[in-house]
């Protein structure tokens, strides 16, 4: 069976993932440039390096910096590329009254219930 993409909220899903680590007592360190990364071949210590010449030592770390990425080269060991999933994302954002004034948006893609400016539409 072929899996099934799931549209997730990329911002829910990090604060999720985020207060899950910080309730388990692990650290984060944010506002730095990452120039490199290392793991030693021993084992004995990996993480990364920034543009101020810092070394921080990780038991993990999350290379979320994107296809092609230095990390991607590191990990993989060569260039990757990204490929097409067949799927189309369209992301704008602005208050949704203003789409609302529209009537065939207001028709077709109501506003929630629930008080919330927030609509979100997966097809």
Do not use: C, W
């Not at 810092?54 to 990990?75: F, P, Y």
């Amino acid at each position: 069976m072929d899996a099934v993409p799931t549209p997730v909220s990329r911002a829910k899903l990090i604060k999720l993932l985020y207060n899950i680590a910080v309730s388990l007592g692990i650290t984060f360190s944010f506002g730095q440039r990452v120039v490199n990364y290392f793991d030693d071949v021993d084992g004995s210590a990996a993480g990364v390096l920034t543009a101020s010449g810092a070394r921080h030592k990780a038991e993990l770390v999350v290379a979320a910096d994107g296809v092609g990425s230095k990390s991607s080269k590191l990990i993989l060991g060569n260039d990757s590329r990204p490929k097409s999933s067949g799927f189309a994302v369209y992301r704008v954002a602005f208050p949704t009254a203003i789409a609302h004034r529209d009537k065939e948006v207001a028709n077709n893609f109501p506003a929630p219930t629930d008080g919330s400016d927030d609509t979100r539409i997966f097809d």
